[in-house]
């Protein structure tokens, strides 16, 4: 995992930073791997989603979602996830991994973590393969495409 030191300590795989606060995905509560309760199963319960904010790094929120988020962006209106799906198919274990189940973007509400909308990519994005401008949002996709989402040019 990833740890952004700054003034909240915190430690994920993904992360967004604003001037007043760190949004973090995360796959494992803790990083204290070979601990019993401290286990991940894929396609089961989701991905933690937090916010942090303050001197010590206190937490906003917290919640579930199921989708492996190879990138964050935090716009004032939304926190902005996209990544392969987190469902296994016992037909192809290995799909949602390799890009073969599409990918999904979730628009959560910054303030309270609540899903603002979701919706179903072609292909999920590349590492970091997310930015947002002018209202617009571009996804830079496993496919080789680049995807711009919102108002009409």
């Known amino acids: 995992p990833w740890r952004y030191q700054g003034t909240f300590g915190q430690f994920g795989s993904q992360f967004a930073v604003t001037d007043t606060r760190v949004f973090v995905m995360q796959m494992f509560e803790s990083l204290q791997c070979l601990t019993p309760d401290n286990f991940f199963t894929p396609g089961a319960k989701g991905y933690t989603f937090f916010a942090v904010e ?15 988020a190879r990138a964050l962006v935090a ?15 016992p037909a192809d274990p290995l799909g949602s991994f390799e890009g073969r189940k599409g990918g999904l973007l979730l628009a959560l509400d910054p303030k309270t973590g609540e899903e603002l909308s979701r919706r179903k990519l072609d292909a999920p994005p590349v590492f970091n393969g ?5 209202g617009r949002l571009f996804l830079t996709c496993v496919d080789g495409r680049v995807v711009c989402l919102g108002r009409k040019l």
């Open 130 to 134: 997310l930015a947002a401008a002018q």
């Open 54 to 68: 303050g001197p010590k790094g206190q937490r906003v929120w917290s919640k579930k979602y199921p989708v492996r």
């Open 75 to 89: 716009t004032a209106d939304a926190l902005l996830a996209a990544g392969p799906p987190d469902v296994i198919d």
